[in-house]
């Protein structure tokens, strides 16, 4: 029997699978065609879908806080949140729109997104994959490390834009928040590490036991 919950986690799992397709599908194909030179306006062909997706995953926190969803709260918290304030930043400094990195961490973002949002969908249609369970926690980890890196190396080349800025205003806070957002990326990424790990062990194990109850 279909519910209003059921229906809604399933119709927002598949809106977030279907528009990071877009954003993916869309970035390869500028790729191919374009070569090299798509990499500077990435950001102008995505950026919608891209904020509209990002901003929605604040309800992720709702679903499990609420038991929607079934997960830890924390890393989620901290992925959603690093995800939105980097997204903020770059919509916000002109200059490091065209800059490949940014190119590199949507395709990154996108990449984990693809590898979350379909195991989602399977278990809410009770039909769990072990192929899907397995790349949910296996190589979302080492994708996880490296999206957190090119976020660090995001900040890094926003830096000399945040500091003319800094120089013309005395309310400008200047580049020192993001010279701070660096530990507490590092810090942040070490926490979700951590309890990824805990939950792939989790997942993994329970699915053991329950093939071998079989």
């Not at 919950?5 to 977030?16: A, D, E, K, T």
């Not at 397709?21 to 500077?40: Q, V």
């Not at 400094?93 to 989602?120: A, G, M, T």
């Not at 278990?123 to 994708?143: F, G, H, K």
Request: net charge positive; aromatic share 14%; proline share 5%.
């Amino acid at each position: 029997m279909f519910s209003f919950r059921l229906v809604y986690i399933f119709s927002y799992n598949l809106f977030q699978f279907c528009g990071h397709t877009w954003i993916l599908a869309n970035t390869i194909a500028r790729f191919f065609t374009f070569g090299r030179d798509a990499l500077a306006d990435t950001f102008y062909s995505v950026a919608f879908v891209m904020g509209l997706c990002q901003l929605l995953s604040i309800l992720e926190l709702f679903h499990i806080a609420d038991g929607i969803e079934k997960a830890r709260l924390l890393p989620r918290f901290i992925q959603v949140m690093e995800k939105n304030l980097l997204l903020i930043m770059v919509i916000m400094l002109e200059e490091i729109q065209s800059k490949p990195v940014v190119c590199v961490l949507f395709f990154l973002w996108n990449i984990l997104d693809l590898l979350r949002y379909p195991h989602e969908l399977l278990c809410v249609m009770d039909t769990p994959s072990i192929a899907m369970l397995w790349t949910r926690y296996t190589l979302w980890i080492p994708l996880y490390i490296l999206s957190v890196a090119t976020e660090g190396v995001t900040v890094y080349q926003a830096l000399p834009y945040i500091e003319p800025a800094a120089l013309s205003s005395a309310r400008s806070p200047g580049p020192v928040p993001l010279l701070l957002c660096l530990p507490a990326l590092a810090l942040g990424a070490s926490v979700t590490v951590w309890q990824l790990l805990k939950e792939r062990q989790h997942h993994l194990g329970k699915w053991n036991k329950k093939m071998k109850r079989k």
